[in-house]
């Protein structure tokens, strides 16, 4: 085969430059993202139930939901927490499930549920999450002083917001902020009094003249025509002209007795960018639509629009690209530097110019080549596939190292044809081998849950087609670019011609070796010694489940925890945003958001804060500031202070608290003894920072009163004192009315106070008798849960921690908890991320685990023995020692990168062992056939020669493979940051591991091998 492709050396140019060409086409039409398209195994169902307190909320409608979805589908958990006026449901599912089907399941099973839920309801919103959930830019819109926040909601909702859609690429504009009018009708009470006329009445009149008379078909011959009955009132001037009939005949004008005004329907959120109430339109792009252009066609029809409607400011604010072109720019630098760098070094072993040449163009031919399988895979340029590309930069490179280092040694002794094809052949085997055991390695990771398994999925993937890739070049073009480039050169490779730094080396391999042998236990004794080390080195490393990166964004989430409105929330964020004036610019969600895709729990008392900082430094200290101003003038209220919603955020935020402990009720109601029960664990665990949920707070409702014996006394109806309170605190049926293609709703309202408008309230009966309100309802306050929490074993209430204080072990502190609830009979029970932390562990575990059994048996079949495989796994201690001791030395953290890198490590670092113990083999093999006979000394001088011949392509391998990731230390961004204790692990684990194996493989194998003899 090889011969064949050595004298058809153009045949093999033009298919590979047919390839590259190709993988150039495939590059640019490679979709760019922050992060792979991953489905969040979660839904949430948002229920809108206005003017109506928690309790009710729970027991009319969420209770309703939560049992009747509960068995639907494959739902792994489902939590519910009910607020005055709305819900939140939320289910999660395993990694892997398919969430379209499960989305149809419950949208039917809503529908069925529907009749079962009061008439009045509306129905509940799902929302799927997704990675793309979050917006790739908010545009901020704020009126100039010649228009006001009604007509900018009009423009913006009518003509901006169409404009943006139409944009190529973009998926959704969500909408927050809007300002919308009614016409509001305050009745005379006094003048509907006096000319006899009944209140409900009056709304009757005015519903009908509002309702559309419905439609008819009129035949006319063959033909047919629809006939709409149009209604009466296109405006407020023809409401005001609504005829009303009294008593005796006479016609008056809606307007005789009312004050009929257009005004801002009443409020229950709010928007505020820099200090002034502003309209956002969040813009989110498609899955496949490069984010980069995506922008940048905003950024174009934005130029048009500031033309168009030079009333209105615009701003763009958390633009996430600045986070792709960070994570992209980063990765790319290090693809870049770190090819450089793996060409530059080949030069200081290889002392001709040819080879490091003919090894160099592996790289760039092996990229575009994956770019073709990355295009036909659906595999997103994101910082997770990338990072498995810059993994596999110095990879890339490594097997053609090996191969041409071979063809190069067997060129000194034989004709070219053959030293290629012999040399080529002599190290398939061994450097298949590498490649599989990488791969190998990487195949228990789908057994990783969660995220961190959706993770590597890109990452693996990208680094299998490299290696593969890098295979494919080194074994086809490789050895025919060598046969080319050597043929037409009149020079011919000597022996002896090394360059400098390798006859160091060399000579210092020697001196090494025989030291050595001269002291095999006190060198074996040194390296058993590393892991008891390698182990008190790794305990002390802090663990955490996500990677950590730089922000300079933050999001603040206030629940203040007390009853007030909408105008008090907003007065008390202008008050917090004097602290904000070191931000670059700041945005505010006040009460409740009219955002489609939201997943926060919002309520009218609560508030979100987006600051973005110029740097990291200024972002912590304002945090400081911000929690210090916060927890002195309100220690009531609750607040949480994180880094921004980005994409990341979104991705790797986990809402849990550290540890939860959730008190059990039996009933909605049940709630003294739980707070008991919550005071009796706090006293038991004081120095832990315990915090109470919001369903352990209370609100103030009025609670009305109705003297049922004296309305029937009065002859007065039940019916009559609902209407009448609704109308009182303005929940009284809003009234559509269409005109001039508009939409505007009109309500009958009452705007005196409480007390004044139980007084100037009239019931009238059947003999047209008058009756004060006061006389029949009355009303006191009471305390009530602001909310209520119930998962899939109940209701219950609870308190949790954030954070773990230094010197606490969490294990600990779960035994304790656990034997106190024992102890006590309490009906409680632990939950929180810990949990998920545990679980993650025990995956790594596993995959450690399995990586191990599939690396032994992949060796097992390519030495055909059980001892040789033991001999290259030796190494992996080496290797582990070198991974924790960097990462210790480098400050890092063990995170899920740096446990994925730990186990690239074992894959790549028995890569060294396996070509050496091949190439003993070969020379044992040979010295045998040559009679030679196999003694202690004839054995240490085979493993030395061994040294020897693996000692240039194994120091090339293990730098090129480590100089590639360098660059990661020495430039910041969000792609360094989440790569960085994974750069560590891998750097640490082949550069100590490959120089500690390289004395300790040696002696293992001869020692083994003595013994077998």
């Known amino acids: ?57 729970e027991s009319n409608v969420t209770k309703i939901i939560r049992e009747g979805i509960s068995s639907v589908g494959s739902i792994k958990s489902i939590e519910s927490e009910s607020y005055s006026h709305f819900a939140l449901v939320n289910l999660s599912y395993e990694f892997g499930t398919n969430m379209s089907d499960e989305f149809i399941k419950l949208n039917e099973r809503i529908d069925q549920l529907l009749p079962d839920l009061p008439s009045d309801f509306i129905r509940p919103q799902l929302i799927k999450q997704n990675v793309s959930d979050v917006p790739i830019v908010n ?22 917001k169409r404009r943006i859609e139409k944009i190529e690429g973009v998926s959704l504009v969500d909408i927050n902020g809007l300002k919308t009018r009614s016409v509001r009708i305050i009745l005379d009470k006094t003048k509907i009094r006096y000319l006899g006329l009944d209140e409900q009445k009056i709304r009757e009149t005015v519903q009908t003249s509002g309702s559309s008379s419905g439609a008819l078909t009129v035949k006319d011959g063959n033909y047919s025509y629809l006939v709409k009955m149009a209604n009466n009132v296109s405006d407020i001037d023809h409401l005001r002209d609504i005829s009303i009939r009294l008593e005796n005949n006479r016609v008056i004008s809606l307007r005789d007795i009312a004050k009929i005004e257009s005004v801002a329907d009443q409020e229950v959120g709010k928007h505020l960018f820099n200090n002034k109430e502003a309209i956002v339109l969040a813009i989110h792009k498609q899955a496949n639509a490069r984010m980069n252009e995506v922008i940048q066609s905003v950024h174009d029809e934005l130029d048009l629009i500031r033309n168009d409607y030079n009333k209105l400011n615009f701003d763009l604010t958390q633009d996430q690209t600045y986070l792709l072109n960070a994570g992209i720019e980063n990765l790319t630098q290090d693809l870049i530097y770190g090819g450089i760098l793996c060409v530059l070094l080949l030069f200081l072993f290889v002392n001709n110019i040819s080879s490091p ?36 930069i110095g990879m890339l490179i490594d097997n053609s190292i090996v191969v041409i280092d071979s063809i190069s040694r067997n060129y000194l002794d034989f004709e070219l044809e053959e030293a290629c094809i012999k040399g080529a052949g002599e190290v398939f085997v061994p450097v298949l081998s590498q490649v599989l055991s990488t791969i190998v390695i990487y195949a ?9 398994g959706e993770l590597i999925y890109d990452q693996a993937i990208a680094l299998t087609i490299s290696l593969f890739v890098s295979l494919f070049v080194a074994f086809i073009l490789t050895p025919v670019l060598f046969y080319s480039f050597n043929a037409r050169s009149k020079k011919r490779i000597k022996s002896g011609q090394e360059t400098f730094v390798f006859r160091f080396i060399m000579k210092f391999y020697d001196d090494l070796f025989e030291l050595i042998f001269r002291n095999r236990r006190k060198f074996v004794f040194g390296i058993l010694i590393l892991i008891p080390l390698g182990y008190l080195i790794a305990v002390r490393i802090p663990i955490r489940i996500m990677p950590q990166f730089e922000e300079n964004e933050t999001s603040v989430n206030i629940d203040w925890n007390e009853p007030i409105g909408i105008q008090e929330n907003e007065n008390r964020i202008n008050e917090l945003s004097k602290l904000l004036n070191g931000s670059v610019h700041w945005e505010a969600d006040i009460g409740i958001s009219d955002f489609m895709i939201d997943i926060k729990r919002r309520n009218i008392n609560s508030s979100d804060i987006y600051y973005k900082c110029t740097d990291t430094e200024s972002k912590q200290a304002l945090d400081k500031k911000l929690l210090a101003y916060f927890n002195e003038n309100y220690p009531n209220g609750f607040i949480k202070i994180s880094g921004a919603k980005n994409a990341f955020a979104h991705l790797f935020e986990n809402d849990e608290p550290q540890m939860e402990v959730r008190f059990r009720q039996d009933a909605v109601l049940d709630g003294e003894d739980s707070e008991n029960n919550v005071q009796l664990v706090k006293n038991a665990f004081p120095e832990l920072k315990w915090e109470n949920s919001s369903n352990l707070s209370k609100v103030s409702n009025v609670n009305l009163h109705l003297n049922e014996r004296k309305l029937s006394s009065y002859q007065l109806e039940k019916s009559d004192v609902i209407h009448q309170l609704k109308s009182i605190f303005n929940d009284s049926e809003k009234i559509k009315f269409t005109g001039n293609g508009d939409v505007f709703t009109s309500q009958i309202v009452d705007t005196a106070s409480l007390n004044q408008k139980f007084k100037i309230s009239y019931l009238k009966n059947s003999n047209d008798g008058y ?70 562990k025990k995956d790594l575990l596993v995959v450690v685990i399995l990586s191990l059994i599939l690396l032994f048996a992949l060796l097992a079949i390519q030495f055909d023995n059980f001892l040789h495989p033991f001999v290259v796994m030796s190494s992996l201690p080496c290797a582990l020692f070198g991974s924790f001791f960097t990462l210790w030395i480098m400050g890092g953290e063990f995170d899920i990168m740096a446990g994925i890198g730990i186990i690239v490590v074992l894959g790549i670092i028995v890569d060294d062992p396996t070509l050496k113990v091949e190439t003993v083999n070969r020379l044992i093999k040979d010295a045998k056939t040559n009679g030679r006979k196999m003694d202690k000394e004839n054995l240490i001088s085979l493993l030395h020669d061994a040294g020897r011949i693996c000692l240039k392509p194994l120091i090339m391998v293990s730098l090129t493979t480590t100089l590639a990731l360098v660059p990661v230390y020495f430039s910041h961004g969000i792609g360094n940051d989440i790569q960085r204790n994974f750069v560590s692990v891998v750097v640490g684990g082949l550069s100590l591991g490959t120089i500690l194996s390289f004395c300790f493989i040696p002696l293992v194998y001869y020692a083994v091998t003595k013994k077998n003899s």
């Open 357 to 392: 040449i003919l090894m160099g163009i592996s790289i760039p031919i092996s990229l575009l080549l994956t770019f073709i399988c990355f295009y036909y895979f659906k595999i997103s340029f994101n910082i997770i596939s990338l990072s498995g590309l810059a993994l596999g």
């Open 444 to 452: 228990p990771l789908i057994y990783l849950s969660g995220i961190a």
């Open 771 to 840: 009756f004060q309100l006061q006389n029949f309802v009355s009303y006191d306050y009471s305390d009530e849960d602001q909310s209520i929490s119930a998962d899939k074993f109940g209701y219950y209430k609870s308190i949790f921690i954030n954070e773990i204080p230094k010197g606490f072990n969490i294990d600990k502190i779960q035994k304790q908890l656990n034997k106190l609830i024992e102890s006590k009979n309490l009906n409680a029970s632990l939950t929180g991320a810990f949990k998920a932390e545990k679980e993650i």
């Open 1 to 57: 085969m090889m011969k064949f492709l050595l004298h058809k050396s153009l045949a093999v140019y033009l298919i590979f430059l047919i390839a590259v060409v190709w993988g150039g086409f495939c590059f640019f039409n490679i979709p760019v993202s922050l992060l792979p398209n991953i489905e969040k195994p979660a839904i949430q169902l948002k229920i809108n139930y206005p003017n109506h307190a928690a309790q009710s909320v």
């Open 139 to 160: 545009l901020q819109i704020t009126p100039q002083v010649s228009i006001d926040l009604l007509e900018a909601s009009d423009i913006t909702l009518q003509l901006i």
